[in-house]
């Protein structure tokens, strides 16, 4: 390799996109910062924390108003489609899975139209090719602790069963858009760091 050609990858280095995905309350957005500060990444925030900031409330709002969610659910999907284009290295709090969250709460057929939309179908398939050309990685976080509240998250959404539910339907989605992707059931962090690095170092 010539010295032009290692100060050009000194340069400009090389892209590195990270989706860490799975349920609420499980400990995604710690490891998110992890990974950002060790990898000198900038994070993608989750859309829909943001989302419900522009609405000055809590999720706890929306649980009795269907339309509210739908409409909720939509814009966060929208904004997520387009937050990470045209970036190269980031890490990103959520993927496709906010899906998920609109089979459980928003109008029936919500979810089956944001799945099939021409939208969505790009942008799983660029994460899969993003993962298949070693550029990046998705990781799932499973579950396995206690959830705990965050002061944004519904209150009726830290029980086992609403993780588990969104957890299996993370997976589903996974499956069904070929996604490769890295499970991360361990709750220790040191562990789940150490799943994280031994992946990344492939890539680096």
């Not at 090389?14 to 349920?23: A, D, H, K, N, T």
Request: glycine share 8%; proline share 4%.
């Amino acid at each position: 390799m010539s010295a032009n050609t290692r100060a050009l990858r000194r340069a400009k280095p090389r892209p590195l996109r990270i989706e860490v995905v799975g349920s609420h309350a499980v400990g995604k957005s710690v490891l998110v910062r992890h990974i950002a500060a060790k990898y000198d990444l900038p994070i993608l925030d989750e859309i829909a924390r943001i989302e419900i900031a522009k609405m000055g409330g809590g999720f706890d709002a929306l649980r009795t108003d269907l339309a509210a969610v739908t409409r909720f659910q939509r814009n966060v999907f929208a904004s997520q489609l387009r937050v990470g284009q045209g970036v190269d290295r980031y890490v990103s709090d959520r993927a496709f899975d906010n899906i998920a969250y609109a089979a459980e709460s928003a109008e029936h057929g919500t979810a089956a139209a944001m799945w099939r939309s021409p939208a969505c179908r790009q942008y799983v398939r660029r994460i899969a090719e993003t993962v298949r050309s070693k550029q990046g990685a998705v990781f799932f976080v499973r579950p396995g602790v206690t959830p705990r509240g965050d002061g944004v998250r519904a209150e009726g959404d830290l029980d086992v069963g609403s993780v588990c539910r969104i957890d299996g339907m993370v997976k589903l989605l996974l499956e069904l858009g070929d996604v490769p992707y890295v499970p991360i059931a361990t709750t220790n962090f040191q562990e789940r760091a150490a799943i994280v690095a031994g992946v990344l170092r492939g890539l680096l």
